[in-house]
């Protein structure tokens, strides 16, 4: 079980990676040179669909018996939900950074 947590986790750290890349790219092409939030944004982003993908699961498959469940796994919820943003988008931030400096590391300036 863990090893297929493990790769599941590699996969998103991956595409995280590869989406933040590729939006930095296109932002880069348009000459916006504000790239550092919105690479950290960009891996991010991955957080609304966890917690979208919790508020389904609870609409579909779970009913509280009183308002405390139901506020306690929206808290619980949301709180997995940013520690999963917090973590992609560091990711993305880091492989941005080093998509930048490997991109405009090799200009020559004179």
Known sequence: ???????????LLTTC???TILSLYF???AENYH???RSFATGAACSLYVFLNAIVFWISRIS???VTGAVLY?????MASAAVGVVC???GFAV????VHGIYGSLKVD
Not at 96 to 99: K, L, Q, R, T, V
């Open 17 to 19: 990676a590869a989406t």
């Open 64 to 66: 509280f018996g009183s």
């Open 96 to 99: 941005g950074w080093g998509f």
């Open 27 to 29: 932002t880069l092409c």
């Open 74 to 78: 929206l808290g619980y919820s949301a």
């Open 35 to 37: 790239w550092q939030w």
């Open 1 to 11: 079980m863990f090893g297929f947590l493990f790769v599941s986790f590699g996969l």
């Open 89 to 91: 988008g560091t990711v």
